[in-house]
């Protein structure tokens, strides 16, 4: 994790959905930040030494005796802190103000009137304003903590934004780190640079610094293997953790069996080409295939591939002479899926194959630079590192490849079909020129047959569903609106084309309710 960086905003995290977007908010003013679940926040605080605390939300309520607090040693550092609705409430619940249970609570769009003025307005908000803010709550703030003061109100909450300005302690009802409320983005803008006064000029060039001097710290003159699998996030690890530590580096291609048409190949090829790293090829298909038997249960799938992913990096090891460490690109949307943290609320959705999937036995240790990035920041951060954009333009493709594309059992067979589907379709993309307003784009094979009637004959074969996102990080993902001739020109490819398949159809989820992958 990131060294002590005293001109950088500590996150405590309540659980919120929304955290996240905190974060991003805030590096996007030119700050870096990260976040801590309020379990171990302060563990954060005295390693980071931050310049400010923002607190999240939370689904907890600080009327329950086991809502999460502040840690005393935050609470009573004397540094500047911004609390955000649940963050709000707790920071009156413990400094003596009262937070009740409302009647009725605010949720979506509502409007503050502004009612004095406050640092966090400063060139922004005039008293008589009206403003329009997101909010998400059902308890409220029902009287101030000594030292307080009310700047602006709402129908339903009228402390909406409260001010301590001799103690730099700011807080508010609602959410100014989602886009619905417009002015957000500018508030903690107005925090963490005039606030907390920090001088906004972090970018992905300091990014890169303060990674290098972190991994030759934590690395010294020890061995690395990196897995490499073609993807934006491990090429950009590979390739920042080379300038680290230069020929201490080994990369590792496993070939699981599970990749798309010609992808080993091209990936080796690609990546010999740009680099002088040396990269090991490893064809370990049967291993994983044969592992992969009478599995049907995606998490168990999850397992299997993660645990295997660690065997061969560790045989791979050995081969070189051992290695005390193994590098990978986890980023952060890889971590809070697979994780639920211990007393908080957040639930695994499901095992990332690289964190959630990973056994519980590690002989090496692991080296994640990019493990609090989002995948719209990697990108900027290889292009940072002068990375071709074949790489930083790439879509993501999961480390469990197609096994987690073909519900049910797995086989060389079934994968076969996949892929040839799958190719046709990027095809078809390409051709038409979508690659790259597309997020990510896949075919799934279903384990599902259906009646046909191709050349007079009746058929009965797989169903092959298509499914392609728009995103900027992955946590969240609209369907992308093909239009209708796109899609029937695919579909029939796919049927004329690839014997196995005689039905195809369009996912029309977006994230949430669905996740990207079906599995
Ligand atoms: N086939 C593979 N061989 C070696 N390592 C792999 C392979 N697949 C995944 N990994 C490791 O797991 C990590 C996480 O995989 P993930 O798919 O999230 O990232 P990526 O493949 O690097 O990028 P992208 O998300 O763009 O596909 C990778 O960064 C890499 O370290
Ligand atoms: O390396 C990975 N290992 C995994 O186990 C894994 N599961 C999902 N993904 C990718 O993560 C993004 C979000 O996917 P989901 O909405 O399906 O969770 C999408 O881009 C998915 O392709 C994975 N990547
Ligand atoms: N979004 C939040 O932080 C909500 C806080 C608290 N659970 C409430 O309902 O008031
Ligand atoms: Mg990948």
């Known amino acids: 994790?990131?060294?002590?960086?005293?001109?950088?905003?500590?996150?405590?995290?309540?659980?919120s959905q929304v955290t996240q977007l905190i974060a991003r908010r805030v590096r996007e003013a030119g700050v870096y930040s990260e976040i801590a679940p309020f379990s171990t926040a302060e563990e954060a605080f005295h390693r980071m030494q931050p310049a400010g605390i923002i607190l999240s939300g939370s689904p907890a309520s600080v009327l329950d005796a086991a809502g999460p607090a502040v840690p005393a040693a935050i609470l009573d550092s004397g540094l500047p802190m911004l609390g955000i609705c649940y963050g709000q409430q707790t920071l009156m619940h413990q400094l003596g103000g009262e937070v009740l249970a409302g009647d009725s609570g605010e949720f979506g769009r509502a409007f503050i009137e502004i009612n004095a003025d406050c640092a966090l307005f400063d060139g922004?908000?005039?008293v008589g304003e009206k403003h329009q803010v997101w909010m998400s709550h059902g308890d409220k703030v029902t009287s101030l903590a000594p030292g307080f003061r009310p700047v602006a109100a709402s129908a339903g909450a009228p402390f909406a934004v409260i001010a301590n300005d001799a103690k730099r302690i700011y807080a508010m009802q609602f959410h100014p780190e989602v886009v619905h409320t417009p002015d957000g983005a500018k508030l903690l803008k107005n925090f963490v640079r005039h606030v907390c006064g920090l001088a906004g000029d972090w970018t992905m060039a300091e990014f890169r610094k303060t990674k290098i001097a972190e991994i030759r710290q934590q690395v010294g003159d020890a061995r690395v293997i990196c897995g490499l699998s073609g993807g934006v996030d491990s090429a950009v690890a590979a390739v920042l953790i080379h300038e680290a530590i230069g020929d201490q580096l080994t990369c590792v291609f496993v070939d699981h069996g599970l990749m798309?048409?010609?992808?080993?190949?091209?990936?080796?090829?690609?990546?010999?080409?740009?680099?002088?790293?040396?990269?090991?090829?490893v064809d370990a298909s049967t291993l994983f295939l044969k592992g992969l038997e009478g599995v049907t249960d995606p998490e168990a799938k999850r397992k299997f591939i993660g645990k295997t992913f660690i065997d061969v990096f560790e045989d791979e090891a050995k081969k070189i002479g051992g290695a005390d460490f193994l590098a990978q690109g986890t980023l952060y949307p890889d971590v809070i899926e697979s994780v639920s943290f211990t007393g908080g609320p957040s639930v695994t959705i499901k095992s990332h194959h690289n964190v959630g999937g990973l056994p519980d036995r590690m002989n090496m240790k692991l080296v994640e630079p990019l493990r609090e990035l989002f995948k719209d920041e990697v990108r900027e951060l290889g292009r940072e590192l002068g990375l071709p954009d074949v790489f930083v333009g790439r879509h993501p493709f999961p480390g469990p490849g197609l096994a987690i594309r073909i519900p049910g059992e797995v086989n060389r067979e079934r994968c076969d079909i996949l892929r040839k589907a799958d190719a046709i379709y990027l095809e078809e993309i390409r051709n038409a020129g979508l690659y790259d307003a597309i997020w990510q784009a896949f075919a799934v094979l279903l384990p599902v047959k259906t009646v046909g009637v191709m050349g007079d004959g009746r058929t009965y074969d797989s169903v092959c569903a298509l499914r392609a996102v728009t995103s900027t990080d992955g946590m969240t993902a609209d369907i992308y609106p093909f239009d209708a001739t796109f899609l029937s020109r695919t579909a029939t490819r796919i049927?004329?084309?690839?014997?196995?398949?005689?039905?195809?159809?369009?996912?029309?989820?977006?994230?949430?309710?669905?996740?990207?992958?079906?599995?």
């Open 1 to 15: 994790m990131s060294t002590q960086t005293s001109d950088s905003i500590l996150i405590v995290d309540f659980g």
């Open 124 to 126: 922004l908000w005039q």
């Open 260 to 281: 798309r048409m010609g992808e080993a190949e091209q990936v080796v090829s690609l990546f010999r080409g740009h680099y002088h790293i040396p990269l090991v090829h």
């Open 495 to 519: 049927i004329n084309e690839v014997k196995g398949i005689n039905r195809v159809v369009y996912d029309y989820t977006s994230k949430p309710p669905g996740t990207i992958e079906w599995e």
